[in-house]
């Protein structure tokens, strides 16, 4: 018996049927991507925003030319009591930030926020055992919303702890301790000014801080190493010029605590010092100290770069 040749006609339905295929393929990675575009509108639309402020020309000369602005200060800690010595570096850097996701953008996108990132440390020791702190900050520089987020993080021989708000409908607070009663939290509160942002709202426009009798959640780092309830707390905001610099304080008289931030008076609105009073050590004889901070070195360089052996002279150039 003969085998039958496959006649052509055979062939169509199989062509056809994976042409279905591709094109749902293609309509799947094309509604992916649309999906994706309105989870980020839908995201950017569900936070409370103001008109965007323009950036003028000198603003994007000075922060869009491809450096961050690494500062550090000579560091006087109050802890348990007692004033510790040590070092603080402020680093500032614009990216572009992913809002649904809330980190940093890895490639270009019609919904990322430009922000203006902070992360600052502090490293000191306290008798035999260090600490080190940092704490980071993503604001827009539209100058519109409250920060997009805020994390810190602690890390000490005792243990190490995380925080982290999140700025959605409300602000989503995240903690991790090693403390048995701060083990693990996740709470929700009405959105309110941030002290964290107020350090990036000063480099951008400090005439927009706000000033007078306000609600402000205090920095996470003060909540976390003062066991401090995460809520916003009556304070009271004021600014004032002295010499070539500008003066900005903020005053909690529930928490017995008064921060006060000094910036130069024109852009681009460095920060010089900073001055934190509080009660130190816990107890009924905690004392009030002061943790005080003063600039000393500060470079304009594009860090991330800068991670070889050879560049650990850029240290020096930082007083660290």
Known sequence: MKKLKPSKLQFIPIFIALLIVAACNTSTKTNDKELALNNEKEIASSVTELPKKPLSEEFKKYWYAGNAEITSFELEQARYGEI???????IYVTEPFLPSKQVKADRSNPGNVQVLKL???????TG???????????????????????SLSVQEWCGHVYSQINN???????????????ADENLSIDKSVLENEIWTKIRIDPNDLPIGDIKMVPSLEYIRLRHKEFKAYSANASMESKGDNTIYTISYPELERRLSITFSSSFPYTVESWNEEFKSGFGPNAKTLQTKATRLKSLK?????????????????LGL
């Open 84 to 90: 510790r010595t040590g070092k603080s570096v402020l």
């Open 168 to 182: 959605r409908d409300k602000f989503e607070f995240t903690s991790h301790s090693y403390f048995e009663s701060e």
């Open 128 to 150: 035999i055992y260090p600490y080190s702190i940092m704490s980071s900050t993503f604001y827009p520089v539209s100058d519109n919303q409250h920060a997009i987020k805020t």
């Open 119 to 125: 992360n600052a440390t502090k490293k000191y020791l």
């Open 301 to 317: 360089t594009p860090y991330w770069g800068q991670n070889g052996n050879d560049d650990l002279v850029l240290r020096d150039s």
